[in-house]
Structure formats: structure tokens, C-alpha cells
């Protein structure tokens, strides 16, 4: 779509989006009154802005709601609070129903030649303490805190670096900012809308105030000083942290700010008064007045759940609690609804390719060996005894939501075959056997394969019992270790890591628009390719370039990717990437569409039935927008 183009749809809808806001009703929300009439803040036609985003719940298959009540979940960690920032999804630029791109903040934006992004604001739309929400704000943000070397000693993000370099950035007015790249930068809208995002925009009115370019670095210092942090980078970085908001007087475009500072077992969220969406009734969003975030150890929040303490419960209960939480729908009063996991495989087996071991690394980079590794496995079996036959028996791919999905991807190196995988065994040269049947590598090595886990799960561990007895089958010997996830990740990277279980695609729902480098070398917390994916994260300054002629086109793929114009273009480069990953088996899927429980208090509306449940590119629930759940009673879960 050419900039022309972009710019009259941009003009439309912001004249429709005014015309329907002129014409709205607009209601005071219940719970802000007593603040309207002591003239702590303002009333909601002065609170919102001039044009903003007009939710038609009707036109989504929704309930209107009513203001009111508390929404309460559980959370096993004080960081848990970011989850707030997941679930509130409110972002400059965000993914709808069909994860399509579309402006949510942003009264709209314009792209030409998929390197020059022009933003535009909502007038008068305001942080949640009320002050202006303008492009000093982006300006503040991308001048003083992203160039700044003390506040990013690692520079810009790499969704602001095009070949190494970061955009040039424009204040147009006091409602649109431009940032212009010399090439395309196809990282850049979907960075904004990612459930962890790139941030252009900081509540600088409050945080110049502890900015040593603003108050000097002496008094930032002894400011730092005063409040127990060691230097004014730490304070900076610490109160301003919008992606874990921790700090109660941090202003917040989010639905929900929280009112209470770690440390603390229970965090308490209330309504942002200046939040920019309605509903078409003219109810000022989110309709829940508060959320209750209470911390509990995690081993006992299925319990805590199935006892009726949360009204939204997705994290932290898995499809092994089913039974259990099932049985308490009668006595609670909630109802269990199973979404669909949004990974590619929930349990998949990854070969190191960077493995120290000579004889080993030679023999996994062979596709041959993952391929026949990948057909010894008996996913059928797997299905049933670990997921009841509820999932899918398919290689590490994209979902059927996807329109990136083919079955050909699916099923590559899927079925169950170990005549077949024999055979390929036998031309990667472990042809010979010794006197226990284990086969040896080509350099006599017994094959005894070790596969590390970070031990978080139990499914994880009955999976690979049974991958252990299919892959004795072959003439392969199959050892487990456990280890805690941060040893798990050392080793990984140091290379002494032979194969590691986790899940698959994070992103198993892809579209053309969101970039595709999981398929590639793109970063050191790959576990199949941990220096090559330093290599790549890196642009070649650490790490070792990768020697495989797979990997090598999956990055050059990315490369070309990442210089798109246009999705008909990024179609072809994901289908590229999509046959070549799952033909060569760098990660060997078992099964997907696991269940996910979702329990769900019986008067809370609007939480769709049945759904998807993924980080990327759903942010969890925040896709679906919580800001529209509402209670049929007022008082909400209690």
C-alpha cells in the first residue's frame, strides 16, 4: 500500500472516528464521581480525547458491559507484575482478533516505502495523572533516553537499527513524530505492538525529574543517593520501567495503574481515568474498576484457583490440573474453559548444531540424523498418554490459525517410521552397533545421547520417557538431566549442552508482517544454535558464523526479510524459511494444540470460550482486550 494511499485511509478514519465521538453519549464511569465532583479530576468528556478509540463490542460478537467490580488473579512472583502490561495491551500499534496490525494509542500512522513511518496522536489524549500525552514525550524518549550511552550502554534496539543505523527522527507538531530509516524496517510497527514493546514514548514530565541532563548529574546523584540506588542510571531505570510497573507514581497509558510498591505480596491496580477507549455506548473502558493481584507459590496456585480465589486464572495451572480444577466448577463459582496453546510443538527435543564434541557436532549437523531422530518418535503414543488425544501429532509448525500454516510443514519428518529411520542412521554412518545394540558414531563413540531440561515440567519429564524408550528402539541410548534454568542456559551457550527439551515456536501463529527469527540464527538463546545465533544477533561481531548451508539461508532469508517492502514479499521469505526449518528438523516437534485451562468466574463476560493462548503475538488474554470483561454484579469476584 503507497503512502498516498495509507494517508487518505488515515484521514477517514480519523474523520469517522470524530464523527462518532461527537455523536457519542458519553457516560461517567461510577467508581470516578466523588473525584469529578471534589474536582480532583475531570469529567470523562474532558478526560478523553478529541477522537478516541471507540470500541463496537456488537461488531466483535460481544456483550456491551457495565462499570464496576474487582478482578482478582494469582501470580507466583513480585515480577509477575508486568503481566499487567500483557494483559492490558494498550499499545501504540496493535494486533486485532486477526492479529493484524492496527492503531490503538495512535490515532493512525503512515508508511512510505516501508521505511518512513509517520505517527499521529489523539489531541488531547493524556497520561494517567492528566498530563498531556504529546510528542515531547516520543522526543524525551528517543533524544535523551535511547541515545543517551549511560541510560543504553548497548544502544538503540535492534528494531531502530536498519543496517546498523538508527532512524532519523522528526517532531512534526504537537501530535505527530516521523522516524526515517534510509532502508526498510519491517521490525519496526511489529516491535510497538510486541506484548513486551518498543517503548517511543516516556511520561517525561515526570521522569526529567530525575534525568542528570535535566537536573544536573550532581543532584541526580544524591538524589540516587537518598533513595538507596547507586548511581542516578539505576534510579532512572528503575522508576521508569514501563514494562514492570512497579514504581505507583510512574504515569501509565495502560487501562490499570498499579497503587503499590514492591516488596508486597499483593498488588492492587486501579482504573486509569484517562484511558483513550469506549465502548459505542459511551462507557469510558476498562469497565473493571480494580485488579487484585495476590502472590502465592506456584505449586500452590492450581490449588488456590480450584478453591475460587481467582476470577482469571491462565498462568500457572496447566492441562494437568484439568481433573482437578473440573471438579471444583460445582463447588466454585467458575467455569473451566480449554484454549489452545499457541506454540509449535509442546514439547520439542533441539540438537545442539554447536555441541563442543567434534564427532557429535558432525553427526547432528547432518539432517539425515535429526530426521531419523524426528521419525523414531511415536507421537501418536505421545498424544494419547500425556494429552488424552486432545492435541495434534505434527512437527515443530505453525498452527491452522496461521495463514502461514501448510500441512506439508506439519507433517514433515511426522510419521512414525523407524524402518525409515534405521535406514538414515545407517547412511550417517552409525551403522555399527556394540555388544549392549548401541550404535556408534563414525568415530567409535557409543551413541549415548544426553538431553538437558530446565526440570519445570512435568510433562516435559513424561515425554521424554517416552522418547527415551522410542530412540532405544533405533539403537540409541537416551540419558536425562535436569538442571535450573539459569545452568541450563550456561551450558547451553558454552556448548556443552549435547540436546535440550523445551517448546517449540513461540510464534505459532504467524503472519507475513511479524518477523520470522526463530526460523533463523538470530539470537544466543536459541537452544539449537546458540553461537551461530550470537552470530547473528550480533551482525557478526560475536559469535561463530554459521558453516551449515541450511543455516546460512535461513539468516540470509532473515536478511532479506528484514529489507522487505511489502507482505507479498514476506509471504514468500516465511514459506522459504517455513520448508526449510521443518525439513531439515532443526527442532523435533511431538505434538501442538495442547489445551490450555482457563478458569473463568461465572459472572465475568466477554472472555471468549474458545481461543488461542500465546505470548507472541497475543500477549495471553491482552489480545482479547480485558479492558472489555466485565461482572454482572457490581461488586465483581467476591
Same mark, same amino acid.
Given at each position: 500500500?503507497?503512502?498516498?494511499?495509507?494517508?487518505?485511509?488515515?484521514?477517514?478514519?480519523?474523520?469517522?472516528?470524530?464523527?462518532?465521538?461527537?455523536?457519542?453519549?458519553?457516560?461517567?464511569?461510577? *467508581?470516578?464521581?466523588?473525584?469529578?465532583?471534589?474536582?480532583?479530576?475531570?469529567?470523562?468528556?474532558?478526560?478523553?480525547?478529541?477522537?478516541?478509540?471507540?470500541? +463496537?463490542?456488537?461488531?466483535?460478537?460481544?456483550?456491551?458491559?457495565? #462499570?464496576?467490580?474487582?478482578?482478582?488473579? @494469582?501470580?507466583?512472583?513480585?515480577?509477575?507484575?508486568?503481566?499487567?502490561?500483557?494483559?492490558?495491551?494498550?499499545?501504540?500499534?496493535? *494486533?486485532?482478533?486477526?492479529?493484524?496490525?492496527?492503531?490503538?494509542?495512535?490515532?493512525? *500512522?503512515?508508511?512510505?516505502?516501508?521505511?518512513?513511518?509517520?505517527? #499521529?496522536?489523539?489531541?488531547?489524549?493524556?497520561?494517567?495523572?492528566?498530563?498531556?500525552?504529546?510528542?515531547?514525550?516520543?522526543?524525551?524518549?528517543?533524544?535523551?533516553?535511547?541515545?543517551?550511552?549511560?541510560?543504553?550502554?548497548?544502544?538503540?534496539?535492534?528494531?531502530?537499527?536498519?543496517?546498523?543505523?538508527?532512524?532519523?527522527?522528526?517532531?512534526?507538531?504537537?501530535?505527530?513524530?516521523?522516524? /526515517?530509516?534510509?532502508?526498510?524496517?519491517?521490525?519496526?510497527?511489529?516491535?510497538?505492538?510486541?506484548?513486551?514493546?518498543?517503548?517511543?514514548?516516556?511520561?517525561?514530565?515526570?521522569?526529567?525529574?530525575?534525568?542528570?541532563?535535566?537536573?544536573?548529574?550532581?543532584?541526580?546523584?544524591?538524589?540516587?543517593?537518598?533513595?538507596?540506588?547507586?548511581?542516578?542510571?539505576?534510579?532512572?531505570?528503575?522508576?521508569?520501567?514501563?514494562?514492570?510497573?512497579?514504581?505507583?507514581?510512574?504515569?501509565?497509558?495502560?487501562?490499570?495503574?498499579? =497503587?503499590?510498591?514492591?516488596?508486597?505480596?499483593?498488588?492492587?491496580?486501579?482504573?486509569?481515568?484517562?484511558? #483513550?477507549?469506549?465502548?459505542?455506548?459511551?462507557?469510558?473502558?476498562?469497565?473493571?474498576?480494580?485488579?487484585?493481584?495476590?502472590?502465592?507459590?506456584?505449586?500452590?496456585?492450581?490449588? $488456590?484457583?480450584?478453591?475460587?480465589?481467582?476470577?482469571?486464572?491462565?498462568?500457572?495451572?496447566?492441562? /494437568?490440573?484439568?481433573?482437578?480444577?473440573?471438579?471444583?466448577?460445582?463447588?466454585?463459582?467458575?467455569?473451566?474453559?480449554?484454549?489452545?496453546?499457541?506454540?509449535?510443538?509442546?514439547?520439542?527435543?533441539?540438537?545442539?548444531?554447536?555441541?563442543?564434541?567434534?564427532?557429535?557436532?558432525?553427526?547432528?549437523?547432518?539432517?539425515?540424523?535429526?530426521?531419523?531422530?524426528?521419525?523414531?518418535?511415536?507421537?501418536?503414543?505421545?498424544?494419547?498418554?500425556?494429552?488424552?488425544?486432545?492435541?495434534?501429532?505434527?512437527?515443530?509448525?505453525?498452527?491452522?490459525?496461521?495463514?502461514?500454516?501448510?500441512?506439508?510443514?506439519?507433517?514433515?519428518?511426522?510419521? #512414525?517410521?523407524?524402518?525409515?529411520?534405521?535406514?538414515?542412521?545407517?547412511?550417517?554412518?552409525?551403522?555399527?552397533?556394540?555388544?549392549?545394540?548401541?550404535?556408534? @558414531?563414525?568415530?567409535?563413540?557409543?551413541?549415548?545421547?544426553?538431553?538437558?531440561?530446565?526440570?519445570?515440567?512435568?510433562?516435559?519429564?513424561?515425554?521424554?520417557?517416552?522418547?527415551?524408550?522410542?530412540?532405544?528402539?533405533?539403537?540409541?541410548?537416551?540419558?536425562?538431566?535436569?538442571?535450573?534454568?539459569?545452568?541450563?542456559?550456561?551450558?547451553?551457550?558454552?556448548? =556443552?549442552?549435547?540436546?535440550?527439551?523445551?517448546?517449540?515456536?513461540?510464534?505459532?501463529?504467524?503472519?507475513?508482517?511479524?518477523?520470522?527469527?526463530?526460523?533463523?540464527?538470530?539470537?544466543?538463546?536459541?537452544?539449537?544454535?546458540?553461537?551461530?545465533?550470537?552470530?547473528?544477533?550480533?551482525?557478526?561481531?560475536?559469535?561463530?558464523?554459521?558453516?551449515?548451508?541450511?543455516?546460512?539461508?535461513?539468516?540470509?532469508?532473515?536478511?532479506?526479510?528484514?529489507?522487505?517492502?511489502?507482505?507479498?514479499?514476506?509471504?514468500?521469505?516465511?514459506?522459504?524459511?517455513?520448508?526449510?526449518?521443518? +525439513?531439515?528438523?532443526?527442532?523435533?516437534?511431538?505434538?501442538?494444540? =495442547?489445551?490450555?485451562?482457563?478458569?473463568?468466574?461465572? $459472572?465475568?463476560?466477554?472472555?471468549?470460550?474458545?481461543?488461542?493462548?500465546?505470548?507472541?503475538?497475543?500477549?495471553?488474554?491482552?489480545?482479547?482486550?480485558? +479492558?472489555?470483561?466485565?461482572?454482572?454484579?457490581?461488586?465483581?469476584?467476591?
Amino acid at each position: 500500500m503507497n503512502c498516498l494511499r495509507l494517508a487518505v485511509l488515515g484521514f477517514l478514519v480519523l474523520a469517522g472516528m470524530h464523527a462518532s465521538a461527537f455523536a457519542l453519549t458519553l457516560q461517567e464511569t461510577p *467508581y470516578l464521581e466523588a473525584m469529578v465532583k471534589a474536582g480532583e479530576i475531570d469529567p470523562v468528556a474532558k478526560r478523553l480525547p478529541a477522537q478516541p478509540r471507540i470500541i +463496537d463490542l456488537e461488531k466483535l460478537g460481544r456483550e456491551p458491559g457495565r #462499570h464496576g467490580g474487582k478482578l482478582r488473579m @494469582l501470580m507466583g512472583r513480585k515480577k509477575d507484575v508486568r503481566m499487567m502490561v500483557y494483559y492490558g495491551y494498550s499499545r501504540l500499534v496493535g *494486533y486485532d482478533l486477526n492479529y493484524k496490525l492496527q492503531p490503538d494509542i495512535l490515532a493512525s *500512522y503512515d508508511v512510505e516505502d516501508g521505511r518512513i513511518f509517520t505517527l #499521529h496522536l489523539r489531541p488531547g489524549h493524556r497520561w494517567s495523572d492528566g498530563a498531556p500525552l504529546t510528542t515531547e514525550d516520543f522526543r524525551f524518549a528517543y533524544e535523551d533516553v535511547m541515545l543517551n550511552k549511560k541510560l543504553r550502554r548497548g544502544g538503540l534496539p535492534n528494531s531502530m537499527l536498519v543496517n546498523g543505523k538508527g532512524p532519523k527522527f522528526t517532531v512534526i507538531d504537537d501530535v505527530t513524530v516521523r522516524y /526515517e530509516w534510509d532502508d526498510p524496517n519491517p521490525n519496526f510497527l511489529p516491535a510497538l505492538a510486541a506484548p513486551l514493546p518498543l517503548y517511543l514514548t516516556y511520561p517525561s514530565h515526570y521522569m526529567k525529574q530525575f534525568h542528570a541532563s535535566y537536573i544536573g548529574k550532581d543532584e541526580a546523584d544524591a538524589l540516587a543517593k537518598k533513595r538507596k540506588y547507586k548511581h542516578w542510571r539505576a534510579m532512572f531505570i528503575r522508576l521508569g520501567r514501563q514494562n514492570r510497573p512497579e514504581n505507583p507514581k510512574l504515569p501509565t497509558l495502560e487501562p490499570w495503574y498499579n =497503587t503499590i510498591a514492591p516488596p508486597s505480596e499483593q498488588f492492587v491496580f486501579k482504573r486509569n481515568p484517562y484511558f #483513550h477507549r469506549v465502548d459505542a455506548q459511551g462507557r469510558q473502558l476498562p469497565y473493571i474498576d480494580t485488579v487484585e493481584m495476590n502472590i502465592s507459590s506456584t505449586n500452590l496456585i492450581p490449588a $488456590k484457583t480450584g478453591a475460587g480465589e481467582s476470577d482469571l486464572q491462565g498462568r500457572y495451572v496447566s492441562f /494437568e490440573d484439568y481433573t482437578f480444577l473440573k471438579q471444583g466448577e460445582k463447588r466454585q463459582d467458575y467455569n473451566v474453559l480449554l484454549w489452545k496453546s499457541a506454540v509449535g510443538s509442546k514439547v520439542a527435543i533441539r540438537p545442539n548444531l554447536n555441541f563442543k564434541d567434534d564427532g557429535w557436532r558432525a553427526v547432528m549437523q547432518d539432517a539425515r540424523f535429526r530426521q531419523a531422530l524426528s521419525l523414531g518418535v511415536n507421537r501418536h503414543e505421545i498424544n494419547m498418554v500425556t494429552f488424552f488425544g486432545l492435541g495434534k501429532e505434527v512437527a515443530d509448525s505453525p498452527l491452522e490459525r496461521s495463514s502461514l500454516y501448510r500441512p506439508e510443514y506439519a507433517r514433515a519428518w511426522a510419521d #512414525h517410521d523407524p524402518v525409515l529411520a534405521n535406514r538414515l542412521l545407517d547412511q550417517v554412518g552409525m551403522n555399527r552397533r556394540d555388544e549392549d545394540g548401541v550404535r556408534l @558414531l563414525p568415530d567409535g563413540q557409543r551413541a549415548e545421547l544426553i538431553i538437558e531440561t530446565a526440570g519445570e515440567s512435568t510433562v516435559e519429564t513424561d515425554v521424554l520417557q517416552l522418547i527415551t524408550d522410542h530412540w532405544q528402539e533405533l539403537g540409541l541410548k537416551v540419558f536425562t538431566r535436569a538442571t535450573q534454568r539459569d545452568i541450563f542456559r550456561s551450558r547451553l551457550k558454552a556448548g =556443552t549442552t549435547m540436546m535440550s527439551v523445551w517448546s517449540g515456536l513461540d510464534n505459532a501463529i504467524p503472519q507475513p508482517s511479524m518477523p520470522p527469527q526463530e526460523l533463523a540464527p538470530s539470537n544466543d538463546a536459541q537452544t539449537q544454535w546458540p553461537q551461530w545465533g550470537l552470530y547473528g544477533m550480533t551482525g557478526g561481531k560475536s559469535g561463530t558464523e554459521p558453516d551449515l548451508p541450511s543455516a546460512k539461508r535461513l539468516l540470509s532469508l532473515l536478511r532479506e526479510w528484514q529489507l522487505s517492502r511489502d507482505d507479498e514479499t514476506r509471504e514468500r521469505i516465511w514459506n522459504d524459511m517455513l520448508k526449510i526449518y521443518t +525439513d531439515e528438523v532443526f527442532s523435533i516437534g511431538t505434538v501442538n494444540s =495442547t489445551l490450555q485451562p482457563i478458569v473463568v468466574n461465572k $459472572k465475568l463476560r466477554n472472555v471468549p470460550r474458545e481461543e488461542v493462548y500465546s505470548f507472541q503475538p497475543g500477549s495471553y488474554f491482552g489480545v482479547f482486550m480485558v +479492558d472489555t470483561f466485565w461482572f454482572e454484579n457490581a461488586s465483581g469476584g467476591n
